[in-house]
């Protein structure tokens, strides 16, 4: 790109982060709006609604703060050993923010040391509100989930900000520009490969304000399992072999049943089939109808009988009841553009894992699953249907799970380097202002 061109496209992108900011300050009704729809269409309780507009619905303590923000369940759901490594290492009071119902039910239930609040829809208005309640000392993002009002009004406040556990991104590539200006508000950075890091770099981030390796979802604390909840389910399914489905989209469900058909022509299978947005169960359900399998909802609670073939789970939270039915795991989201999800919890419960092969999300962790044969990459319904009778002998599932167990639970650790990063940060800033 010439010169010309590069600044065109650096000042359209000042051009667009203004207006987005700008609409925020202007017209906060019209974002209102859309907060109440989404908050209700999360089905939230009415009397944390204010909550998306900044306003908290607790009492703030006089100890210093934390804020770590993340977009939903599958961010937040690795933060728990992290957030112990904080509390241990600094005097704090934790806030943590999710836009959803699910991250907040997480954070109830697995980190009730913390607080909860919604995150506020991206205004100026809201951040400053939330903010000035707050006043936290730094604040955590995990993932990639910033906002150009949020992030121009902690950068306002020489509030400090660390993105962690950054993952590649198609849009950094589709818009470089926007979210290089937007990179330059962040203090520092903790990568999860040198693929990411060098992504950042080329948006212009300098080296020295990014902390390579380790993944947070390698120390993700594994589910406890309701036993009771196991036993009832396995008797259900008794004498039956099980393919476990996670995680799926539309893209994943069409091959998956197809291959499910063919498996299951002796009525032997039963397959659980978990979407990845449970919201979905009722298109879900009729397209398992077109294929004549009896299909039984997780979410009704029907008593489950002898002829169940297909058994939606479209409950959240579920996951390690569901890893624990059966040995192979097809994982979702690598057929269409997902880009892959987590293979570290069914991989760490030791089941052997297939998914599709487009898994950039997770490049670096399937890569070290493949080599180790601790996985299988397919690409079409008859590899899937290959794949599914070559791990249907059960010695094969297990020594594959076994492989993937010992691979992923060698992954280091990043959490105390990042909470080290967080303290030298703090330290010279203290320093600097006297």
Known sequence: MNKMGSIFQKNFARLVIFIWIFLGRCLPFGFKISALFFHFKQKSDY????ERFGKSTVERSNNKIFWLHASSLGEISQVVTLVEKLKSKFEIDIIITTATQSGSDFVHKNLPNCTH????FDSVYFYKSFINFWKPDCVLILENDMWPSMLSTLFSKNIPIFMVNVRTSKSFKKFPSIYSNLLTKISHFHCRTDVVADQLKELGVSDNLILKGGDLKSVEKLPQVDTSKIKNLAR????????????THKSDEKI?????????SRKNWVLVLAPRHPKRA???????????????????????KDDCQV????????????FELGNIVYLGGGMGSEGGHNPFEPGRLGKAIISGPNVENFAYVFDALVTAKACIIVKSK?????????????KRSIEMGTAAK???NNFSDPTENIVNLIDNYLIKEKQSYG
């Open 47 to 50: 009397s944390r609604l204010k």
């Open 117 to 120: 609040q919604f995150a506020p």
């Open 236 to 247: 259900s399914f008794s004498g039956k072999k099980v393919l476990i489905a996670a995680s």
């Open 256 to 264: 998956v049943l197809e291959a499910f058909r063919v498996i299951n």
């Open 282 to 304: 009722s298109d879900i359900i009729k397209s398992i109808k077109k294929y004549d399998f009896k299909v039984y909802q997780r979410s009704l609670n029907n008593e489950l």
């Open 311 to 322: 058994y939606v789970a479209d409950t959240l939270g579920e996951l390690g009841i569901l």
């Open 382 to 394: 008859k590899e899937l249907i290959n794949s599914i009778k070559f791990l249907e002998v059960s």
């Open 406 to 408: 010992k691979i992923l």
